[in-house]
T-cell receptor, first 110, second 113 residues
């Protein structure tokens, strides 16, 4: 079983739609949680960190459920520019070692 | 202010050849990392350097060596390339080895024939 699992998609949604991604992780000792965005043939870039209380950044909302070991990302009012692969990332304290999920591909259509 | 730079951007090798991938940062960060990304596998950590003078193995270190030349530079060497090492290689940096954001370089696309 992979340490961080995501549905690879693709999720095809129209502009203006709300879309949600989930991710599960297996290591209960995980300490930090992130969503990264990766455009085609580009490097990953941090979208947002995920906090236990949940957090929001504009149209993006991230939630963490430690008991069930899953992380979610909600995107409201989808834009064409949101089309990308979203990587769920989990970290442990030792050496800032991050474990990446395989990514969920989102395609927003006009 | 370039952030994280990697050279070369593309490389094609024959099986058994050697090469060194270079990574440099101007962010004055302490920790540096090498990942490989393969389709469907996600990014996997090859080696990391928590600070200048230290290096440690990650998840997939076999077939690779690293050198933390100074605070700015962290190189990855393939001594005898194999087709299984065909991948996209990313260097990343973070402020330190606590749970901080990692900033990635643009990547090196390597093909081993």
């Amino acid at each position: 079983r992979k340490e961080v699992e995501q549905d690879p998609g693709p999720f095809n949604v129209p502009e203006g739609a709300t879309v949600a991604f989930n991710c599960t992780y297996s290591n209960s000792a995980s300490q930090s949680f992130f969503w990264y965005r990766q455009d085609c043939r580009k490097e990953p870039k941090l979208l947002m960190s995920v906090y236990s209380s949940g957090n929001e950044d504009g149209r993006f909302t991230a939630q963490l459920n430690r008991a069930s070991q899953y992380i979610s990302l909600l995107i409201r009012d989808s834009k064409l520019s949101d089309s990308a692969t979203y990587l769920c990332v989990v970290g442990r304290n030792a050496g800032n070692m991050l474990t990446f999920g395989g990514g969920t591909r989102l395609m927003v259509k006009p | 202010n370039a952030g994280v730079t990697q050279t070369p951007k593309f490389q094609v090798l024959k099986t058994g050849q050697s090469m060194t991938l270079q990574c440099a940062q101007d962010m004055n960060h302490n920790s540096m990392y090498w990942y490989r990304q393969d389709p469907g596998m996600g990014l996997r950590l090859i080696y990391y350097s928590a600070s200048e003078g230290t290096t440690d193995k990650g998840e997939v270190p076999n077939g690779y060596n690293v050198s933390r030349l100074n605070k700015r530079e962290f190189s990855l060497r393939l001594e005898s390339a194999a087709p299984s090492q065909t991948s996209v290689y990313f260097c990343a940096v973070s402020r330190d080895s606590a749970n901080n954001e990692q900033f990635f370089g643009p990547g090196t696309r390597l093909t081993v024939l």
